[in-house]
């Protein structure tokens, strides 16, 4: 199998150091994608806090591939890694690489997304929480009345469903909000803009707002309205707070994003792993609240 390429420097033999305290433990993370900006932040301030808690880290990318992540998972359980942290692709598909670490007597750490298996333990945000939030703005913002469209992360992921979830409860709080169309665009920053040319296609100036689930595919979508010349027509709002998304409220395209916390996400699901794997007493849920960005206070979030 040529999927991983593991630096694992685990000296000599396969038992790892022998001297107590000292021994180096070792974490293996399987992440969503390394293509999507925000699991790559999420991935370097895990690599952050493993350096600073001597921790050897292995990053795997799954890109996209439950099946490719349930394997990943297999290997680091022959590698007799001291613990697991799971990104995962799906909320169904990826749940036996939950089961296959436990079955292992491994502690396994979701970061950032959900399975239907029981994990360890979780570290990330409520979702629907970041859905409320941001379809709550496009309905103050639109005095409760317009025309919305929905671009989707990949389906079936837990964030997909859950941002979709909360979105719905707001929409369901005004009868005068209508959802012209929602779709997929895989969390990717060009099939996003592929989808909101499409969609001003069929709708043109009908088109009140749009909720993407994602920054990558808001930045997307501000693309496709600035070239049609909708863009100050049209209210977008998405949802991580990337560098480029916060650039882009500050210029006034991106009228506003949901702030998610990369940091303690990663600087969390290392702290749980290394707590799960020493047998220590860990949270079962970690849950780290998202934040509302604007123009008035974005410079709360510029350098976070």
Not at 19 to 30: C, F, M, P, W, Y
Not at 78 to 88: T, Y
Not at 95 to 113: D, E, G, H, R, T
Request: aromatic share 4%; with cysteine; charged share 20%.
């Amino acid at each position: 199998m040529t999927t991983l390429h593991l630096s694992c420097n685990q000296g000599g033999t396969g038992e790892q150091g022998q001297t107590g305290d000292s021994k180096k433990l070792v974490v293996g993370a399987t992440m969503l994608s390394m293509q999507n900006e925000f699991i790559v932040n999420i991935a370097d301030e895990m690599e952050k806090k493993a350096n600073e808690s001597n921790v050897e880290l292995i990053v795997v990318d799954a890109e996209h591939s439950p099946l490719k992540q349930i394997q990943q998972v297999e290997s680091f359980i022959a590698q007799k890694v001291d613990a697991i942290i799971l990104n995962p692709c799906e909320v169904e598909a990826s749940s036996p690489a939950v089961a296959k670490a436990l079955a292992a007597n491994i502690p396994i750490i979701n970061v950032n997304s959900a399975t239907s298996a029981k994990p360890t333990a979780f570290v990330g945000s409520d979702d629907v929480e970041s859905g409320r939030i941001a379809m709550k703005y496009i309905a103050e913002k639109l005095g409760g009345k317009g025309n919305v469209v929905m671009i989707h992360g990949y389906m079936g992921q837990a964030a997909q469903i859950q941002r979709e979830q909360g979105a719905r409860e707001v929409l369901k709080q005004y009868p005068n909000l209508k959802l012209l169309a929602h779709q997929t665009g895989e969390w990717d920053r060009a099939k996003g803009m592929a989808l909101m040319e499409n969609w001003i296609q069929s709708y043109g100036n009908q088109i009140n707002a749009v909720f993407a689930q994602n920054d990558e595919m808001g930045m997307g979508a501000v693309k496709a309205l600035t070239d049609a010349g909708l863009k100050d027509k049209v209210i977008v709002v998405s949802i991580d707070a990337i560098p480029d998304a916060l650039q882009a409220v500050k210029k006034g395209t991106l009228d506003a994003t949901v702030f998610q916390n990369a940091q303690q996400q990663g600087t969390m699901a290392i702290e749980t792993a290394v707590k799960a794997a020493k047998g220590e007493t860990y949270q079962k849920e970690t849950l780290i609240p998202f934040q509302l960005v604007t123009k008035e206070n974005l410079s709360n979030f510029m350098n976070q």
